[in-house]
């Protein structure tokens, strides 16, 4: 008897199962309906409504990031052009150290650099690699020293950080992604990283180097070395379009020569702008009034320059479905093509995160990560050519508590009641239900887990359907119970 049990529900489990997998499609038209009994007392139905874009202008976003981008390009497509500065201070290691001050190589009794260069290698590029740009390269006051305990913002005017000193470094250099001052075999090695040289002064060097003998503690950390040695520098496009870069890595070498035993030996240190020292980008973009005015759709323009906002319709989801749940709330925002087709359109921002326009500049501030509550993360779609939020229905039910606890509703307050206290409060707060898609880069785990969030300052661009006279959709399912 209990073998006969046993298998018959081995059997029935088995039938089940195939009836899942059968039943089974991508229609969520009757979703809920299909699959909760009516016995059980829930109904569920769906309902689509129109939701608002604009393009929304963004000057300011938070600068501070590994990311760093070097130059100016017009977009083809728009006309708009786009010019990315940084500036970056240099991470010291923890007591830093010269050779002992006997075998220090010196010239009339003072130690001495044999060169002193900048790297800035080029992690990836944009536009014709043997295009000419012209760059300046400024050394920061000591006096100014940007503050890892400040937020600052891509419109940060760089130029006030900039020393004023006679002696400063200040320094224009012209380069080309491709350096063909460099023998192809070297240009075209597995091993070779492209980079942006930048010689110094000697005399740099040599400073840098007496200072340690002078003040060894200037460089038991990074915060000595930033405020008493090397405050950083600025990195400013002064001419040429066409090319812009990403930074991977900056990094300050010395070169010294020093004796060991009864050899000359040539020594060298090195300092590098990395993630525990502050990086920041200052972004200019010019052009884009045309581009704000459109009514028919919206723009996605990255690093820095125009975001795509939307108007959740939260009364409207709500009226006749006072006492329903969301279930489910999808959006998607389809893309345009590109209606110029040439070889440098700029490409399409791979990561959008939907946010309050509320919160949207304490994200940033304060390191958060997607949390599925009240901001959303997605990926764009080559193949639907789309990026789709596949359910932001806890962002929905937030932001009605937020109204109705905002305006003091109560269960006991009247229809004309209620309406008069969430005219009131909405009157107060213009931007309450309002949403931005912002481009962001991301760090993931091994596991594939978002670490941290970025804005996106690499360069992009692309145009969604909407507009204010081209409204999308929302598709909401709700359920509730019989009664």
């Not at 150290?97 to 800035?120: H, T, W």
């Not at 009034?289 to 959740?312: Q, R, S, V």
């Not at 937020?402 to 004309?416: F, H, K, Q, V």
Request: charged fraction near 20%; hydrophobic fraction near 30%; aromatic fraction near 12%.
């Amino acid at each position: 008897m209990n073998y006969i049990c046993k298998n018959s529900i081995k059997i029935l489990g088995a039938a089940f199962l195939c009836l899942c997998i059968f039943s089974c499609d991508d229609n969520t038209d009757t979703f809920g309906g299909s699959v909760i009994p009516s016995s059980d007392g829930t109904s569920v139905s769906q309902s689509v409504y129109q939701v608002l874009t604009k393009s929304l202008r963004v000057d300011s976003l938070v600068a501070t990031s590994s990311d760093c981008y070097l130059g100016r390009v017009t977009d083809p497509e728009t006309n708009a052009t786009t010019t990315c500065n940084f500036l970056a201070q240099f991470y010291c290691l923890d007591n830093y150290s010269f050779p002992d001050y006997s075998k220090i190589n010196k010239i009339n009794g003072l130690p001495v650099a044999d060169s002193v260069e900048m790297r800035l290698y080029i992690k990836s590029y944009y536009g014709d690699s043997l295009n000419s740009m012209k760059i300046g390269v400024y050394e920061l006051d000591s006096n100014k020293i940007m503050s890892e305990n400040d937020t600052y913002y891509t419109n940060t005017e760089p130029d006030k950080y900039v020393s004023k000193s006679p002696d400063a470094i200040r320094k224009e250099i012209s380069f080309a992604v491709a350096d063909l001052s460099l023998p192809d075999s070297l240009r075209y090695s597995s091993s070779y990283n492209k980079n942006i040289r930048i010689k110094l002064p000697v005399s740099y060097g040599s400073k840098i180097i007496n200072e340690y003998y002078k003040h060894p503690e200037y460089f038991a950390n990074s915060y000595n070395f930033i405020h008493h040695v090397v405050p950083g520098f600025y990195f400013k496009v002064i001419s040429g379009n066409g090319t812009i870069v990403h930074i991977d890595v900056s990094s300050l070498s010395v070169y010294f020569k020093y004796t060991q035993k009864d050899s000359t030996l040539t020594g060298i240190q090195r300092v590098a702008a990395t993630e525990e020292v502050l990086q920041n980008n200052y972004v200019d973009n010019q052009n884009t009034d045309n581009l704000l005015k459109a009514t028919d759709y919206t723009y996605l323009k990255t690093p820095a320059g125009i975001f795509t906002e939307a108007t959740l319709p939260i009364d409207d989801i709500y009226e006749n479905h006072l006492n329903d749940s969301v279930n489910s709330a999808k959006i998607v925002f389809k893309r345009y093509n590109n209606t110029l087709i040439d070889t440098y359109n700029l490409p399409t921002p791979n990561y959008l995160l939907m946010i309050l326009k509320s919160d949207m500049n304490s994200f940033f501030q304060n390191h958060k990560v997607p949390d599925s509550y009240k901001n959303y993360y997605t990926s764009f779609d080559q193949s639907y050519n789309s990026y789709t939020f596949s359910n932001i229905a806890n962002l929905i039910s937030y932001l009605k508590r937020l109204r109705d606890n905002g305006a003091g509703i109560s269960y006991t307050d009247s229809e004309t009641s209620r309406r008069a206290k969430i005219a009131d409060w909405e009157a107060k707060n213009p931007e309450w239900n309002k949403i931005v898609l912002v481009p962001i880069s991301t760090e993931n785990s091994s596991l594939g887990a978002i670490t941290a969030v970025h804005n996106d300052f690499s360069l992009g661009s692309t145009k969604l359907v909407g507009g204010e006279n081209n409204p999308i959709n929302i598709s909401i399912v709700y359920s509730h119970f019989n009664r």
